[in-house]
């Protein structure tokens, strides 16, 4: 157990629809991360907040977006869904804004999204 | 083009061979990580390698980052069930204080059979 809970676990949705993810990160920790992994693709950044402010942006669609709340949780939203956006969602949480080789991040168990 | 080859893409062998796979770029790092990631879960950090030439242990696994830096394997002794999974490397995306999000390989899909 990583200590990074993610809910729900599995979410199943029609195209065009609009849904939220939710991520708890390890005590104490600050960042929390964003990925998405797909067959195609494999696991991509997505977008990093720490301590509530937008630090990184990776390969994130305009369609999608993200924040992190004062208690730390962050969620992750996805709008006017498509087909290809069915993928395992990860979140990850590390204590520090900048990942120095000491600073590990550690994964939660993911969402994954299938989009119908 | 991908940042990081990962090879080879699967690997099915029997419990008690040995294995390496492999990491490669053409971009210099100034360290990669290997992770492990079983079906159902987030990935798993094994090790981080920082110095070209550098050799870890993880008991049966043997983790080397190349002498340029640019390239890593996994070598794996005596490969037991447990240690089926997929198989990562990544690199971080920024370089000093900046974004840090990980970039990863497609990974090895690795079975070992009983």
């Known amino acids: 157990d990583s200590g990074v809970t993610q809910t729900p676990k599995h979410l199943i949705t029609a195209t065009g629809q609009r849904v939220t993810l939710r991520c708890s990160p390890r005590s104490g920790d600050l960042s929390v991360y964003w990925y998405q992994q797909s067959l195609d693709q494999g696991l991509q950044f997505l977008i990093q907040y720490y301590n509530g402010e937008e630090r990184a942006k990776g390969n994130i669609l305009e369609r999608f977006s993200a924040q992190q709340f004062p208690d730390l949780h962050s969620e992750l939203n996805l709008s006017s869904l498509e087909l290809g956006d069915s993928a395992l969602y990860f979140c990850?949480?590390?204590?520090?804004?900048?990942?120095?080789?000491?600073?590990?991040?550690?994964f939660g168990p993911g969402t994954r999204l299938t989009v119908l | 083009t991908q940042l990081l080859e990962q090879s080879p893409q699967f690997l099915s062998i029997q419990e008690g061979e040995n294995l390496t796979v492999y990491c490669n770029s053409s971009?210099?790092?100034?360290?990669l990580q290997w992770y492990r990631q079983e079906p159902g879960e987030g990935p798993v950090l094994l090790v981080t390698?920082?110095?070209?030439?550098e050799v870890k242990k993880l008991k049966r696994l043997t983790f080397q980052f190349g002498d340029a830096r640019k390239d890593s394997s996994l070598h794996i002794t005596a490969a037991q069930p447990g240690d089926t999974g997929l198989y990562l490397c990544?690199?971080?995306?920024?370089?000093?204080?900046?974004?840090?999000?990980?970039?990863f390989g497609k990974g090895t899909h690795l079975i070992i059979q009983p």
């Open positions: 990544a690199v971080r995306r920024g370089s000093g204080g900046g974004a840090d999000g990980l970039t």
């Open positions: 990850a949480s590390s204590a520090q804004a900048t990942s120095g080789f000491t600073d590990t991040q550690y």
């Open positions: 390698v920082v110095t070209g030439g």
């Open positions: 971009s210099v790092f100034s360290s």
